[in-house]
């Protein structure tokens, strides 16, 4: 079964709008960790924000928060006030358990934002 | 930049051949991951090692093997090819400790298979 879902292939954004990607993720572990990763089309992968599974509060790291819905499962990134750099696709990704072990990925959402 | 190095960025070579892809993890990083990442079958975790020794397995074929060096830096070998094996191979790094344990990926070494 799938362990990360992100249903939209891709979206477009007009330029200082909001954008939210979907994810939604199975485990039954009650220790898990929620990444999101940013893959410009250069190639590179981008850590861009952390939401762990005890975490009361929604994580948000500069323009990026996470919007963490723990009973339906869903780890949702926001992207506010959209720039053109934007423009990548972004993966969710989950880690099981409490310690440095592997991340399962989302197939990811391509995001193209226009001036 | 992430601090993860790979070399090289761009690999060519045929059906058959045999190749070793090299990974320097972030200073201080004991955990190096392998990815490979295809169209196909888009980011599949394929083996980690920490401080030299394999900790878990993913889908990596028996074509495939990794090892981790005493300098903590990592090189995945990838032998009898095929086309299927054209993807782009990331490798990324993590503290043992802390919270989040986020992983840094370097900018990964693009494999093409003819």
């Known amino acids: 079964a799938q362990k990360i879902t992100q249903t939209q292939p891709g979206m477009f954004v007009q330029e200082k709008e909001a954008v939210t990607l979907d994810c939604t993720y199975d485990t039954s572990d009650p220790s898990y960790g929620l990444f999101w990763y940013k893959q410009p089309s250069s190639g590179e992968m981008i850590f861009l924000i952390y939401?762990?599974?005890?975490?009361?509060q929604n994580a948000t790291e500069g323009r990026y928060s996470l919007n963490f819905q723990k009973a339906r499962k869903s780890a949702n990134l926001v992207i506010s006030a959209s720039q053109l750099g934007d423009s990548a696709m972004y993966f969710c990704a989950m880690r099981e358990g409490q310690g440095d072990y592997k991340l399962s990925f989302g197939a990811g959402t391509t995001v193209t934002v226009r001036a | 930049d992430s601090g993860v190095t790979q070399t090289p960025k761009h690999l060519i070579t045929a059906t058959g051949q045999r190749v070793t892809l090299r990974c320097s993890p972030r200073?201080?990083?004991?955990?190096v991951y392998w990815y490979q990442q295809s169209l196909d079958q888009g980011l599949q975790f394929l083996i980690q090692?920490?401080?030299?020794?394999?900790?878990a397995k993913g889908n990596i074929l028996e074509r495939f093997s990794a090892q981790q060096f005493p300098d903590l830096h990592s090189e995945l070998n990838l032998s009898s090819l095929e086309l299927g094996d054209s993807a782009l191979y990331f490798c990324?790094?993590?503290?043992?400790?802390?919270?989040?344990?986020?992983?840094?990926f370097g900018p990964g070494t693009r494999l093409t298979v003819t």
């Open positions: 990324a790094s993590s503290l043992r400790t802390g919270i989040t344990h986020e992983q840094y």
């Open positions: 200073s201080g990083d004991l955990s």
């Open positions: 939401q762990g599974s005890y975490d009361q």
């Open positions: 090692y920490y401080n030299g020794e394999e900790r």
